[in-house]
């Protein structure tokens, strides 16, 4: 059962097309890529699921609910968190206020209560610095609560917005290229670490990568964007060998001799 649908979802900016009447849906607890060149319209397509962007046509259903016209905070709030292709946590804040802000959109009291402190906003903060640190432990980052985030090393930052996201406690999980910057060893990691947050949490998963042993080592179904449009969606297996895919990343030469040697793959 899709818990995610997007139906001829297009943006414009002016008279360029970046996303192209878009269809796209994801079930619960799938972990799913969404693949294609540079400039395929595939961060835009986050921007639009989140709020960031508004849609000129199209429609997008988040369990059963309209995501069309909502502001990024309301998203959050149905379950729908995000990270970011070039880290963005709060570079002055420690690693713990920076899951705190994330903790925001579950927090039930209001700022009168904890301007004047009263007893339910005390025991809120207390439980949520508790799941805070439950969450650096999670990540990985125990003991680095109190360091400025910009402080962290690249790999603990990746790891410190991931924490943020799941503060949140979403149904669906939107990473855009988690593994950028990475070497080997680091995207081996967070491959697994994606795979025991869907295990661990139940979490539906929709990523954006463009290394591709990330993606097919990890993924269930592939979707494959090229200049806003679709191009295909299948398995890791199928997409490997579709001539569409491969003409996108490597040229019309590559896809004519994949029909020659059907032994290549993008991988």
């Known amino acids: 059962m899709a818990i995610l649908t997007a139906k001829e979802v297009t943006k414009r900016f002016g008279g360029l097309v970046a996303v192209n009447k878009y269809d796209f849906e994801i079930g619960a607890e799938e972990i799913v890529s969404i693949i ?12 639009c699921l989140t709020g960031f962007y508004q849609a000129n046509e199209g429609d ?15 998203i959050t709030r149905m379950g729908i968190a995000r990270t970011y292709q070039n880290i963005r946590v709060f570079p002055a804040m420690t690693a713990i206020e920076n899951i705190l802000v994330g903790e925001d959109p579950r927090l039930k009291t209001s700022w009168i209560e904890a301007v004047i402190k009263t007893k339910r906003y005390t025991k ?6 508790a799941e805070a640190n439950r969450l650096l432990e999670y990540v990985g980052l125990t003991g680095m609560g109190d360091q400025l985030s910009h402080n962290l090393p690249y790999g603990a930052q990746r790891r410190l917005e991931l924490a943020r996201a ?4 979403p149904t669906l999980l939107l990473l855009d290229e988690p593994t950028a910057g990475m070497n080997p060893h680091e995207s081996a990691e967070m491959m697994h670490f994606i795979k025991k947050l869907r295990d661990d949490l139940g979490i539906t998963i ?12 990890i993924s269930e179904r592939i ?28 040229g019309r030469g590559a896809a004519t001799g994949l029909s020659e040697t059907p032994e290549k793959t993008v991988a």
């Open 36 to 47: 294609g060149p540079n400039g395929a319209g595939k961060t835009t397509f986050f921007n």
């Open 60 to 74: 997008m259903l988040f369990l059963g609910q309209r995501l069309n016209g909502r502001t990024p905070d309301q």
């Open 124 to 129: 809120e903060e207390e439980e949520a610095v």
């Open 166 to 169: 799941l503060a949140s406690q």
């Open 206 to 217: 929709l990523l954006i990568e463009h290394d591709m042993r990330v993606v097919m080592g």
């Open 223 to 250: 979707s494959v964007l090229d200049f806003g449009s679709k191009i295909c969606e299948g398995t890791p297996a199928e997409i490997q060998c579709n001539p569409n895919v491969i003409e996108a990343y490597l």
